[in-house]
């Protein structure tokens, strides 16, 4: 990591690697990371901040036959099963280094920008976020090694979030020991998910290791399957807080929320939930 600047204006970059190597055979996770913060002081009691992070993660993902036969929700005769013998096992680990793959990705991206604005007992807070993070896997299984009948399949997941948060405080000292705080928050958040699955068995080569769909399919026709789902979900909030501290041994606080989600009920799309406490 480097990092530099002045009181008015600073950076700080930072790269990183973590790889680690699991227990079982062939197993693993290598992951990247970048970081970014950017500050500025344009003028005195104000700021702006600027964070970005990226981040990669390349699994190696190990190959039990348990985990095979359930992703593939197929079990192969039982009849003949693999023989205890250290060189049928070679065999079997050559076959499936040699003709079958599994690859598991995983990037991530956020970013956020914040100003902030302090004026005697008042602070002001604005922040825009947003993250993008999604999960792909592209798995394939030769003939060799599963009973005459190949398989592949495809996944993609994908989270996208945007968010909008607002705040204001204000904190005075009313004197014998007292201090009353009272803030403010409007916050706006939207969430997009989805995922697409595919899979396929009985294709027509083991050189064909891709699902193609259409007049000619690569693989069997009738074997091929497609899942997906899409989700939307809009958040509007706004809250409220008093608390008051009485020489540092007594609290009261009250606190109102207003939310609207888009996951309520038809006719019931905001909710008040106020609340009191003493201690």
Request: proline letters at 3%; charged letters at 20%; a neutral charge.
């Given at each position: 990591?480097?990092s530099?600047?002045t009181e008015?204006?600073?950076?700080?970059?930072?790269?990183?690697?973590?790889?680690?190597?699991?227990?079982?055979?062939?197993?693993?996770?290598d992951?990247?990371?970048?970081?970014?913060?950017?500050?500025?002081?344009?003028?005195d009691?104000?700021?702006?901040?600027t964070?970005?992070?990226?981040?990669?993660?390349?699994?190696?993902?190990?190959?039990?036959?348990?985990e095979?036969?359930?992703?593939?929700?197929?079990?192969?005769?039982?009849?003949?099963?693999?023989s205890?013998?250290k060189d049928?096992?070679?065999?079997?680990y050559?076959?499936?280094?040699?003709?079958?793959?599994d690859?598991n990705?995983?990037?991530?991206?956020?970013?956020?920008?914040?100003?902030?604005?302090?004026?005697?007992n008042?602070?002001?807070?604005s922040?825009?976020?947003?993250?993008?993070?999604?999960?792909?896997?592209?798995?394939y299984?030769?003939?060799?090694i599963?009973?005459?009948?190949n398989?592949?399949?495809?996944?993609?997941?994908?989270d996208?979030r945007?968010?909008?948060?607002?705040?204001?405080?204000?904190q005075?000292?009313?004197?014998?020991?007292?201090?009353l705080?009272?803030?403010?928050?409007?916050?706006?958040?939207?969430?997009?998910?989805?995922?697409?699955?595919i899979k396929?068995?009985?294709g027509g080569?083991?050189?064909?290791?891709i699902?193609?769909?259409?007049?000619?399919?690569?693989?069997?026709?009738?074997?091929?399957?497609?899942?997906k789902?899409?989700?939307?979900?809009?958040?509007?909030?706004f809250?409220?807080?008093?608390?008051?501290?009485?020489?540092?041994?007594?609290?009261?606080?009250?606190i109102?929320?207003?939310?609207?989600?888009?996951?309520f009920?038809?006719?019931?799309?905001?909710?008040?939930?106020?609340?009191?406490?003493?201690?």
């Amino acid at each position: 990591a480097i990092s530099g600047g002045t009181e008015r204006a600073f950076f700080r970059l930072g790269l990183g690697n973590i790889r680690e190597n699991g227990v079982l055979r062939n197993t693993g996770v290598d992951r990247y990371n970048v970081s970014a913060h950017i500050g500025m002081v344009p003028f005195d009691n104000f700021s702006i901040n600027t964070r970005i992070q990226l981040a990669l993660t390349d699994r190696s993902r190990n190959t039990f036959l348990r985990e095979r036969f359930a992703e593939q929700e197929y079990i192969p005769s039982l009849l003949t099963p693999l023989s205890p013998n250290k060189d049928y096992l070679n065999n079997y680990y050559d076959l499936l280094d040699r003709w079958s793959f599994d690859k598991n990705q995983d990037h991530f991206l956020a970013g956020s920008i914040n100003a902030a604005y302090q004026l005697k007992n008042w602070n002001i807070s604005s922040s825009f976020l947003m993250n993008y993070h999604d999960n792909n896997r592209d798995l394939y299984y030769p003939t060799t090694i599963n009973d005459g009948n190949n398989f592949a399949s495809y996944f993609v997941g994908l989270d996208k979030r945007t968010a909008w948060k607002n705040s204001i405080s204000y904190q005075s000292n009313l004197g014998a020991g007292v201090n009353l705080e009272i803030s403010g928050n409007a916050n706006m958040q939207w969430d997009r998910r989805k995922y697409d699955y595919i899979k396929g068995y009985r294709g027509g080569s083991d050189f064909v290791k891709i699902i193609a769909g259409g007049d000619n399919p690569s693989f069997q026709d009738g074997t091929i399957f497609a899942f997906k789902d899409y989700l939307n979900h809009n958040l509007v909030s706004f809250s409220a807080q008093a608390q008051l501290n009485i020489k540092e041994k007594y609290e009261v606080s009250a606190i109102v929320n207003r939310e609207g989600s888009s996951y309520f009920q038809n006719g019931y799309w905001w909710f008040t939930s106020p609340s009191l406490s003493l201690a």
